[in-house]
Antibody
Framework: EVQLVESGGGLVQPGGSLRLSCAASGFTFRSYSMNWVRQAPGKGLEWVSYISSSSSTIYYADSVKGRFTISRDNAKDSLYLEMNSLRDEDTAVYYC??????????????WGQGTTVSVSS | QSVLTQPPSASGTPGQRVTISCSGSSSNIGSNYVYWYQQLPGTAPKLLIYKNNQRPSGVPDRFSGSKSGTSASLAISGLRSEDEADYYCAAWDDSLSAWVFGGGTKLTVL
């Protein structure tokens, strides 16, 4: 069974840092791109970051650029999100999402259960 | 303000057919596949439609997707109470180099 399990969420003060992890199982992790998507309380989905299978290509949403860093360890089947200079508006459930690559397009299919990040003083 | 535009709400009675629209632009829907996700209350989103109109295994054929130009739509026929959820459209945006989502549509089964 394809599974993504996020961890590392918690309560942090504004300006603080947090590192999220996502453990993948049930598929060949190194063959897939990955994404982080977040959802603020009562709000819609917001894409955060993308990393290609080999880590050669990385994209960020403008709202997190310069503050968040996505990375992966294919040997450990794991995806990470390093979050620095956290703001109140970063409060959300963060989902790890498997990516799909086509000749001229992309997709996202499997979602983890999410980990909650709360930024508050 | 979401890049993709969805109606905030939709409703129908059991057995009815409802459609949810998703409007974008040439850089996202116009040039990439559209995906639809269903989010039941208190749970993570789940893939409902991929590559515009394909259903993953396990998704009932009551759910169908279509795309024309820079717009897409999700249709649900034979509406059931368990279809009450939030529905999101999404597509890759070539200009932004980013995934973009619709604001979500809350479906109520009356």
């Amino acid at each position: 069974e394809v599974q993504l399990v996020e961890s590392g969420g918690g309560l942090v003060q504004p300006g603080g840092s947090l590192r999220l992890s996502c453990a993948a199982s049930g598929f060949t992790f190194r063959s897939y791109s990955m994404n982080w998507v977040r959802q603020a309380p009562g709000k819609g989905l917001e894409w955060v970051s993308y990393i290609s299978s080999s880590s050669s290509t990385i994209y960020y949403a403008d709202s997190v650029k310069g503050r968040f860093t996505i990375s992966r360890d294919n040997a450990k089947d794991s995806l990470y999100l390093e979050m620095n200079s956290l703001r109140d508006e970063d409060t959300a459930v963060y989902y790890c999402v498997r990516g799909l690559e086509y000749t001229s397009s992309k997709g996202m299919d499997v979602w983890g259960q999410g980990t909650t990040v709360s930024v508050s003083s | 303000q979401s890049v993709l535009t969805q109606p905030p709400s939709a409703s129908g009675t059991p057995g009815q057919r409802v459609t949810i629209s998703c409007s974008g632009s040439s850089s996202n829907i116009g040039s990439n596949y559209v995906y639809w996700y269903q989010q039941l209350p208190g749970t993570a989103p789940k893939l409902l439609i991929y590559k515009n109109n394909q259903r993953p295994s396990g998704v009932p054929d009551r759910f169908s997707g279509s795309k024309s130009g820079t717009s897409a739509s999700l249709a649900i026929s034979g509406l059931r109470s368990e279809d009450e959820a939030d529905y999101y459209c999404a597509a890759w945006d070539d200009s932004l180099s980013a995934w973009v989502f619709g604001g979500g549509t809350k479906l109520t089964v009356l």
